[in-house]
């Protein structure tokens, strides 16, 4: 760019810089008209050490005060002297980024953070005008046309598109908050539909409600799957997911199912390990899998018969032993199983739980995982990138561990991939709030999920797994997870607690922006984070295809719809067969 960027007439000087911190920078503004048209977000340019040089930053406070001054200090007259009241005009301004004309063998250059300090009487600068829309052209201009993720516009001035690097958004995780109703769905949709304009994008939704199925019809861009709710246990779509309860892990299952309080949960877990890792041998053995066998554990995702566990449970629990004259004595196990067993055969007939004990026959075969394996995390021609997987029939009670057995099935599978094999694939996690919470009041369900996000959060970047976390109540939300965050789209937040937690995954000169999370407009937000050089509000784009999520307009329908019994009935039905098919019977 061979032309300046910012290119300041007598109309744009503000004033002068009256103190430096090591953040901040207070400015004495002269132009008292000029100080009417500024607000809290607008930029403010500083002249550097040299002419070649501006310090860029962002207006937090805009004040004035009165104070006593000479009315007229050119009157010569020694009679009467003459005080009163005068405006003063001060600018706070946070410095982000340092822009230059010249820089080495380059020209027009912005980067991130401030070399050096603003010396005092330096002169400043509103950016407005074409100087704005030049500087926000820059920022955009030294990344490659397929890495910009286009979000909206810059609220200071609806011309310049509000652009940030795609690789960094998902490379080094992000997080979506902000209250109901702030258009935090909204985002979400926008941002997988602008991911699905890629030729091969790779991101797999987490939809707690059922909210983001729009985006998976016949005009959407997104491909739907749904965890089998219990009206879907003989259904064979493709679509229909099971998670069978062999995929768990040790600790996974016996979350569930073991009492710690009981004082027999000992002998309950050292039992259940053994049956389980036998049973897995067996599975090896009949499949041929030598060479398996000799390394898996006791955690390897492998086919088992439920039932089998049951009956090898339940033997244990009735078995006598052998006494002097071999008369028959209480077996070692002998009724130390039994609530164990109880719990276990509780989950086994519940139809809620259907979607993990009452795997489909292909389910519990060898050749079962590759197959759903490639179905998530490939993308390719005939695979569409974008995954919307409906949890929304998942129980509330175990919702964190089949959450989080999902999480860790496609973060192992990628760990282990031939590291040039290897795709990266985003993980969305909605309703967040939900089965990650604050590790201080998670329960024992809930901790194992938590593990598994907290070591993608940790690990991830390296093995090309990324987390979007979105949540209304960031307070609720594990800090582990959140503070391995390094890109924000924070809409409005008008909860104290939650914009604290926001604040404190701030850097400390960037606070003051957190001021005006409570004052955003619907769809408005900060973005801020290693995807952006410039930390601002913007204004999103409004998706194309909107999620189910908007909210009902009470008092008009209760002025001009009455309610529908008859779907009221049907209602009461589909609570009572605990799913959504639309039918009568």
Same mark, same amino acid.
């Not at 962002?58 to 010569?76: G, M, Q, Y």
């Not at 410095?95 to 250059?109: P, S």
């Not at 109540?473 to 939650?498: A, E, G, H, K, Y």
């Given at each position: ?6 290119? /300041? ?30 607000? +809290? ?31 007229? $200090? ?7 002297? @003459? ?9 706070? #301004? #946070? ?29 400043? =600068?509103?950016?407005?005008? $074409? ?13 490659? %046309? !397929? ?5 909206? !516009? *810059? ?13 960094? /958004? /998902? ?5 979506? &908050? ?14 997988? %539909? ?14 707690? !409600?059922? @909210? ?8 959407? /861009? ?29 600790? @996974? ?20 390990? &053994? ?5 897995? %041998? ?9 060479? #398996? ?12 018969? +439920? ?5 090898? &449970? ?42 993990? =004990? ?6 519990? %075969? ?14 390719? $021609? ?8 409906? =949890? ?13 057995? =999902? ?7 990628? *760990? ?16 967040? !709030? ?55 789209? #924070? ?36 973005? &801020? ?57």
């Amino acid at each position: 760019m061979a032309d300046e960027i910012l290119v /300041f007439e007598s109309g744009d000087r503000v004033g002068r810089v009256a103190s430096v911190d090591t953040s901040k920078v207070l400015i004495d503004a002269e132009d008292q008209a000029l100080v009417t048209q500024i607000g +809290i977000g607008n930029l403010v340019a500083i002249l550097g050490a040299t002419e070649r040089e501006y310090l860029i930053g962002i207006v937090e406070r805009v004040t004035r005060s009165l104070r006593d001054e000479l009315l007229d $200090a050119d009157n010569d007259s020694l009679d009467v002297v @003459e005080i009163g009241p005068t405006p003063s005009d001060v600018l706070r #301004v #946070v410095l982000i980024g340092t822009y230059r004309t010249v820089q080495g063998e380059d020209r027009q250059v912005f980067k991130r953070g401030a070399d050096s300090f603003p010396q005092i009487d330096r002169d400043s =600068f509103l950016i407005q005008s $074409a100087n704005l829309q030049r500087l926000m052209g820059l920022l955009a201009a030294g990344l490659e %046309e !397929h890495e910009k993720l286009k979000l909206g !516009h *810059f609220v200071i001035d609806s011309e310049a598109d509000a652009i940030a690097s795609g690789d960094k /958004f /998902f490379q080094r995780h992000a997080s979506i &908050l902000g209250s109901t109703g702030s258009g935090k769905s909204w985002a979400v949709a926008l941002l997988l %539909e602008k991911a699905s304009q890629l030729s091969f994008p790779n991101i797999l939704v987490l939809d707690m !409600h059922g @909210e983001y199925t729009p985006l998976t019809g016949d005009d959407g /861009f997104s491909q739907g799957y749904k965890i089998a709710g219990p009206g879907d246990l003989d259904s064979d779509d493709e679509k229909i997911i099971r998670l069978p309860y062999w995929l768990l892990n040790r600790d @996974e299952m016996l979350s569930m199912i073991l009492d710690r309080s009981d004082q027999n949960a000992p002998n309950q877990a050292s039992r259940f390990t &053994l049956h389980i890792r036998n049973l897995k %041998e067996k599975t090896l053995t009949d499949n041929n899998k030598n060479d #398996v066998k000799e390394t898996f554990t006791v955690d390897s995702p492998i086919p088992y018969e +439920i039932d089998e566990l049951v009956r090898l &449970l339940k033997d244990d629990d009735t078995r006598k032993g052998v006494g002097a004259n071999n008369k028959p004595i209480k077996g070692e196990w002998e009724g130390k199983l039994t609530r164990f067993i109880s719990r276990l055969e509780a989950k086994l007939e519940d139809r809620r739980y259907g979607f993990m =004990f009452k795997p489909t026959d292909y389910a519990k %075969e060898y050749g079962w995982l590759a197959g759903i394996a490639s179905k998530l995390i490939g993308s390719d $021609a005939d695979n569409k990138g974008i995954k919307i997987i409906d =949890f929304s029939e998942v129980p509330s009670d175990v919702l964190p561990v089949v959450a989080g057995t =999902f999480a860790r099935l496609l973060y192992d599978l990628q *760990f282990w991939l031939e590291p040039e094999k290897r795709s990266p694939f985003a993980l969305v996690c909605d309703e967040a !709030h939900i089965y990650l919470p604050v590790k201080n009041d998670a329960d024992s369900v809930e901790k194992q999920a938590l593990a598994t996000f907290e070591r993608i959060a940790k690990e991830g970047r390296k093995y090309g797994v990324s987390l979007v976390v979105v949540s209304q109540r960031p307070s609720d939300v594990s800090r582990t997870i959140l503070s391995q965050c390094n890109n924000f789209l #924070v809409l409005r937040l008008t909860n104290d607690s939650d914009q604290n937690v926001v604040r404190k995954l701030m850097p400390d000169s960037m606070v003051g922006l957190t001021d005006m999370l409570p004052l955003l407009d619907t769809g408005e937000a900060l973005l &801020l984070g290693d995807a952006v050089l410039l930390p601002t509000r913007i204004k999103l784009d409004r998706p194309s295809i909107e999620p189910a999520s908007g909210t009902l307009d009470f008092w008009s329908k209760w002025s001009n719809t009455a309610s529908d019994n008859d779907a009221i009935r049907l209602a009461v039905e589909t609570l009572r067969r605990q799913t959504r098919v639309q039918e009568e019977n």
